[in-house]
C-alpha cells in the first residue's frame, strides 16, 4: 500500500514549517520507504504499519497545535512491494521513448 499524506496544523500561527517536520521526522524514524516533497509525504508498507505512522504523523502535529488537516490518498494493491518506486520508475522510461 502506498499512502501519500498531508498535515497541516491549524491555530498555530503562520509558520508551520517546525510542526510538519516533526511529523516528518516521525515517518522517516519509521524504517518504512518514504518520500517528502512540497505538498504531501508519501509512504508504503502494509496497512496497518501505514495507518500507524500516518497516525503518529497526525499526533505530532497535535502536540504542538490545537487542530490538525488531514489529506490521505492510498493505493492500494496487496502483495505488490516497491511500487512507490517502480511506478515512477515506469512513467520516466515511457518520457525517456520521446
Do not use: H
Not at 517536520?21 to 519509521?30: D, I, K, L, Q, T
Not at 518514504?34 to 503518529?56: L, P, S, Y
Amino acid at each position: 500500500m502506498i499512502v501519500a499524506f498531508s498535515v497541516t496544523p491549524l491555530g498555530a500561527g503562520v509558520d508551520v514549517g517546525r510542526a510538519v517536520a516533526e511529523a516528518v521526522r516521525v515517518v522517516r524514524a519509521s524504517g518504512l520507504p518514504n518520500r517528502t516533497d512540497a505538498m504531501f509525504t508519501t509512504i508504503e508498507g502494509e496497512w496497518d504499519e501505514v495507518m500507524g505512522v500516518v497516525r503518529q504523523a497526525t499526533d505530532a502535529i497535535l502536540a504542538v497545535a490545537p487542530r490538525c488537516s488531514l489529506v490521505i490518498k492510498a493505493d492500494i494493491r496487496p502483495g505488490v512491494t516497491d511500487a512507490m518506486t517502480a511506478k515512477v520508475e515506469t512513467v520516466e522510461r515511457y518520457l525517456a521513448e520521446s
